[in-house]
């Protein structure tokens, strides 16, 4: 039985409760059929336990409600349902982000690129409309099966012209893994801390690791803050420079520094077009057959100097035949073989080096059923939420999102 509503009863008599996908602490996340539409959509129910549960539900709504893009998790309707509050959002057929690097380990460099590309862009439209995020990580990133990027779960975001109370405990909100120094240091949200957030996600999935990490969710944040983390490529060096110093410019210390989420998108999606390094861990390389090269004519000093070689061994030839008392004729055919051999290194056989190409393969289009490479553990993300049963959801392999369902929406 959901929240409140029976699974055969019709919530707001037009959506049919068919599949829990998920459960957190504000909530759960079920698959369900628009009888009207005849759609699947995702339906959220609020757990409200507190009247500020209740405001930070209906300030989601009202945030997606404002974003209508192909990068976003789009927002059908929102009411209450025998003081039940419900949102009914977009089914997004796929899995995420979390869930993908799980499997995975780390994305090649082009894909992670085109994948943080996707969610720059979403990004983009979101702060276009005043909204920030604040809480961007592998979790709230759904990876479709067509490989489209949504960004989902608005929960925590707030409207950068907004005097939010939502935080008035003073508690950070967000994920330490991912927080930006300037946040860290508990100043406002702003556009940028989302910028530098999914500068973080991009630095895990080309590295199959955060860009910090330690003990306790408070060491992690003074790194945000003072560290410096080592560029990817030195991490994986197959990685182009290009795209490691891009990170690197999304992960700048100062928010000035780090560029918006429209010219993000644009960079990163530019990074297909990147040449990659040749190299020789675990890629293919095949040589280029080389062009014959015209014939080079000596010139006299190279003649003089070929013809002086044949009397070398003309004397060689002409002690043997004065051994065999010979030595006169044997010195006289020497010299004749010498000129022979000597008109046939006219034109020597050009020997280019091969030039290496590397032989890749494209991106599989089904990650969860194609992907060959080595699957690495989860990062371990240290929530700062209030909730911490949230956030417990919401990690790879232990959030509720799966669950093997094959179809999720951000929650």
């Known amino acids: 039985m959901a929240i409140g509503v029976g699974v055969q009863e019709l919530l707001a008599g ?8 998920g459960r957190g602490a504000m909530g759960e996340v079920w698959r369900a059929s628009d009888q009207v ?23 989601e709504a009202q945030t997606a409600a404002r974003l209508n893009h192909p990068n976003v998790v789009g927002m059908y309707d929102f009411g209450s349902h025998h003081d039940q509050l419900y949102l009914v959002m977009e089914l997004v057929d796929g899995w995420s982000l979390a869930q993908e690097r799980a499997l995975r380990g780390v994305l090649p460099p082009a894909e992670a690129a085109a994948v943080a590309a996707q969610a720059a862009a979403g990004l983009s439209a979101a702060h276009q409309q005043g909204v920030i995020h604040r809480d961007i990580k592998p979790a709230n990133l759904m990876l479709a099966t067509d490989r ?11 409207f950068a012209t907004a005097d939010s109370t939502l935080t008035a405990t003073g508690k950070i909100l967000g994920t330490a893994d991912y927080l930006a120094p300037e946040r860290a240091l508990g100043r406002s949200a702003q556009p940028a801390s989302d910028v530098y957030s999914l500068g973080c996600v991009l630095y895990e999935l080309l590295t199959g690791r955060p860009p910090f990490s330690g003990g306790t969710s408070l060491s992690v944040v003074q790194q945000h803050v003072s560290a410096t983390p080592p560029p990817p490529s030195r991490l994986r060096p197959e990685i182009p420079q290009q795209l490691s110093e891009l990170v690197l410019h999304l992960l700048a210390k100062d928010s000035a520094n780090r560029p918006t989420a429209e010219q993000a998108a644009d960079q990163l999606a530019g990074q297909d077009r990147t040449p990659r390094r040749h190299v020789t861990d675990g890629t293919a390389l095949m040589s280029v057959p080389p062009t014959p090269a015209a014939p080079v004519p000596l010139t006299r000093e190279a003649h003089t100097t070929t013809r002086h ?15 065999y008392g010979t030595g006169l004729a044997v010195f006289s055919a020497a010299m004749a073989l010498g000129a022979s051999l000597n008109s046939g290194d006219d ?10 190409v590397a032989a890749t393969s494209a991106p599989p289009a089904d990650a969860a059923s194609t992907s060959t490479s080595p699957a690495a553990a989860p990062s371990t993300t240290t929530p700062l939420r209030e909730r911490d049963d949230e956030e417990r959801h919401e990690r790879p392999g232990k959030n509720d999102k799966g669950k093997g369902k094959g179809r999720h929406a951000g929650h």
């Open 14 to 21: 037009r959506y049919q409760l068919r599949e829990l996908l």
């Open 309 to 323: 070689s044949r009397p070398r061994r003309g004397r060689k030839l002409a002690s043997k035949a004065a051994f």
């Open 347 to 356: 034109d020597p056989a050009p020997s280019p080096s091969p030039t290496p």
């Open 148 to 158: 489209t990027v949504k960004v989902a779960d608005f929960g925590i975001a707030r």
């Open 37 to 59: 539409l005849g759609r699947l959509v995702a339906v959220k129910l609020l757990r409200a336990e507190e009247a500020a549960d209740a405001e930070r539900f209906r300030l």
